[in-house]
C-alpha cells in the first residue's frame, strides 16, 4: 500500500503556471505507475497523464500535451505535474493515484490522494 499526498494547488490567472507535487509514503514507490486525474464541478473524473515506475514511459493526454508535464523523483517518493499556458478549463481539483501497472484507466488504480484545487481565472 502506499499513502499519497497532493500539494501545490491554489489560485493563478489564465497563462500561468503551477507545480503540483505528489508526496508517497509506504514501500517500493518506484515499482507503482502512477497517473495524474482532475475532476471539474459537475464533469466526469479525466484523465491527464501517467508516467512508469522508472519514469522512462510518459503519455499526456491530447487536452494538457505540450502544456503539463509529469515527472517523479523515486528518492524523494515524489512525483510532479508541472502546468504552464493554464486556461480557465483547466480549473478542478486534480489527484495523483498509483497503480500496480501501466494504464490511463481510473478504476485501474488502487490508491488515491485527497486532492488539490486549482483555479485558473480569466
Known amino acids: 500500500q502506499v499513502q499519497l499526498v497532493e500539494s501545490g494547488g491554489g489560485l493563478v490567472q489564465a497563462g500561468g503556471s503551477l507545480r503540483l507535487s505528489c508526496a508517497a509514503s509506504?514501500?517500493?514507490?518506484?515499482?507503482?505507475?502512477m497517473g495524474w486525474f482532475r475532476q471539474a464541478p459537475g464533469k466526469e473524473r479525466e484523465f491527464v497523464g501517467r508516467?512508469?515506475?522508472?519514469?522512462?514511459?510518459?503519455y499526456h493526454s491530447d487536452s494538457v500535451r505540450g502544456r503539463f508535464t509529469i515527472s517523479r523523483d523515486n528518492v524523494k517518493n515524489t512525483v510532479y505535474l508541472q502546468m504552464n499556458s493554464l486556461k480557465p478549463e483547466d480549473t478542478a481539483v486534480y489527484y495523483c493515484a498509483a497503480a500496480p501497472f501501466l494504464t490511463s484507466i481510473a478504476r485501474m488504480y488502487r490508491n488515491w490522494g485527497q486532492g488539490t484545487q486549482v483555479t485558473v481565472s480569466s
Open positions: 509506504g514501500r517500493s514507490f518506484s515499482s507503482y505507475a
Open positions: 508516467i512508469s515506475g522508472s519514469g522512462d514511459n510518459i
